[in-house]
């Protein structure tokens, strides 16, 4: 599975921003699909999954109320809309996909920069 992101860049804080994350290879075969974030200095943390087949999604408490995941399965793309965006949404997004048989596939990542 190969997984392609784009969609990050600079925005002031209460802009917003669209990230896509697009699916590739054994695409069939993923159980469900998210993004991470990692901030300069900091652990990597969950901002928000979507089970595939059913769509349930699930966030990070910071981003409850401001961001949205959401997939097209024809086009094996998941999206995140972030609104509202505030400084300390700045890291790097890390799209994942996580497939039935236990293994997990990173994107490269992508840089969102929000100013105050």
């Known amino acids: 599975v190969q997984l392609v992101e784009s969609g990050g860049g600079l925005v002031q804080a209460g802009g917003s921003l669209r990230l896509s994350c697009a699916a590739s290879?054994?695409?069939?075969?993923?159980?469900?699909m998210g993004w991470y974030r990692q901030a300069s200095g900091k652990q990597r943390d969950l901002v928000a999954v979507?089970?595939?087949?059913?769509?349930?999604?699930n966030y990070a408490d910071s981003v409850k109320g401001r961001f949205t995941i959401s997939r097209d399965n024809a086009k094996n793309t998941i999206y995140l809309q972030m609104n509202s965006l505030k400084p300390e949404d700045t890291a790097v997004y890390y799209c994942?996909?996580?497939?039935?048989?236990?293994?997990?596939?990173w994107g490269q990542g992508t840089q969102v920069t929000v100013s105050s």
């Open positions: 994942y996909a996580d497939l039935w048989d236990g293994n997990v596939y």
């Open positions: 979507i089970i595939i087949g059913g769509g349930s999604t």
């Open positions: 290879g054994s695409a069939f075969s993923i159980r469900a």
